[in-house]
Nanobody, 122 residues
Framework: QLQASGGGLVQAGGSLRLSCAAS????????IGWFRQAPGQEREGVSC????????YYADSVKGRFTISRDNAKNTVYLQMNSLKPEDTAVYYC?????????????????WGQGTLVTVSS
C-alpha cells in the first residue's frame, strides 16, 4: 500500500514537499514513481527513482524544479517541488514498479496511492 501526502494550496513560486509512505511490502524491491493528473487531462509521469536512489528521472516540465528522493529505512519517497507554477496544479499519485530501470510509463506501475491535491495559484 502506498499513501501520498503533503499536497495543499500554494502561490506560484512557492514550494511543497510530497511524501509517499509505503507499507505491506519490501519497499526497496521497487522503483517508485510520481504521476499527476489535472482535471480533464491524462495522467502523466512526473518523476521516478530507482531502488537504491542512484537513478532518477524527471519529466521535462519539472526538470530543475522538482527533486525526488527516497529513504528506504523509512519506506518513504519524497518529491520536493520548488518554483511551482499554476500548470503544476493536479492530483499527485505515487505508485510502485518492478521494472529494472526507472521509467515513466503508468502501465508498468501498480498499487497506486490515493493521491494528494496540489493547487498552485497565480
Amino acid at each position: 500500500q502506498l499513501q501520498a501526502s503533503g499536497g495543499g494550496l500554494v502561490q506560484a513560486g512557492g514550494s511543497l514537499r510530497l511524501s509517499c509512505a509505503a507499507s505491506g511490502f519490501t519497499f526497496d524491491d521497487y522503483v517508485i514513481g510520481w504521476f499527476r493528473q489535472a482535471p480533464g487531462q491524462e495522467r502523466e509521469g512526473v518523476s521516478c527513482i530507482s531502488r537504491s536512489d542512484r537513478d532518477t528521472y524527471y519529466a521535462d516540465s519539472v526538470k530543475g524544479r522538482f527533486t525526488i528522493s527516497r529513504d528506504n529505512a523509512k519506506n518513504t519517497v519524497y518529491l520536493q517541488m520548488n518554483s511551482l507554477k499554476p500548470e503544476d496544479t493536479a492530483v499527485y499519485y505515487c505508485a510502485r514498479s518492478l521494472v529494472a530501470v526507472p521509467q515513466q510509463v503508468a502501465g508498468l506501475y501498480n498499487s497506486w496511492g490515493q493521491g494528494t491535491l496540489v493547487t498552485v495559484s497565480s
